[in-house]
């Protein structure tokens, strides 16, 4: 349903060779049609935007990472993975279609608020290398937890919102301090917040 309303709303303004599902369609579609720029969801399906552009390498072709997600670390994994710019799924239709002309021109683009991030991994405020060593020690369900923690979310309201039970949400929260080196929520928040992951 995305693909189809990204689809409409770049109808007649740009032309869409081909779309994927996944990485391994992702990757054949770009050494296959060797489109001018690529729109690529961070979270694609079998190892994400920077996988695809892992495998299909140096190419002409440029990529414009278009996620729901704005934290800190996809989006500086992203541009570090080659990416010309990111936008977030709010983005309109015509300020889509800019976006797009603008990275096939050879610009870089993001939103207002995704460029401070990255500003800030350039000045040094942001550790990108310690921020990605620290979230390796996490599983992907323990990122999750620590996220909703660090947002100040009780573990009854976190166990809801990931279809776990309170012991587990204690469990992954013990394990998290554990691997930061963290010893209270208080920690955990302050940690989150320095590393632009809330």
Do not use: C, N
Not at 98 to 122: E, K, Q, W, Y
Not at 166 to 175: A, F, G, L, Q, R
């Amino acid at each position: 349903m995305f693909r189809a309303g990204v689809r409409a709303e770049l109808a007649g303004a740009v032309e869409v060779v081909a779309e994927a599902e996944d990485v391994p369609t992702a990757v054949a579609a770009v050494r296959e049609h060797q489109p001018d720029v690529v729109l690529l969801d961070v979270h694609l399906p079998g190892g994400g935007g920077v996988e695809v552009m892992r495998q299909v390498g140096a190419t002409g072709t440029r990529f414009l990472a278009l996620s729901v997600s704005d934290a800190a670390e996809d989006v500086i994994g992203t541009i570090r993975g080659g990416a010309r710019g990111y936008v977030t799924k709010t983005i309109t239709g015509p300020e889509l279609v800019a976006a797009i002309t603008r990275v096939a021109d050879g610009d870089a683009v993001f939103s207002p608020r995704l460029a401070g991030f990255v500003l800030d991994a350039f000045a040094g405020s942001i550790e990108i290398a310690a921020v990605d060593e620290d979230l390796d020690r996490l599983t992907e369900r323990e990122r999750e937890v620590m996220r909703l923690i660090a947002r100040g979310y009780a573990y009854k309201e976190v166990a809801r919102e990931l279809f776990i039970s309170i012991k587990t949400v204690e469990t992954h929260m013990s394990s998290v301090l554990r691997k930061l080196q963290l010893s209270s929520r208080h920690e955990l928040t302050r940690w989150a917040s320095d590393r632009r992951l809330l």
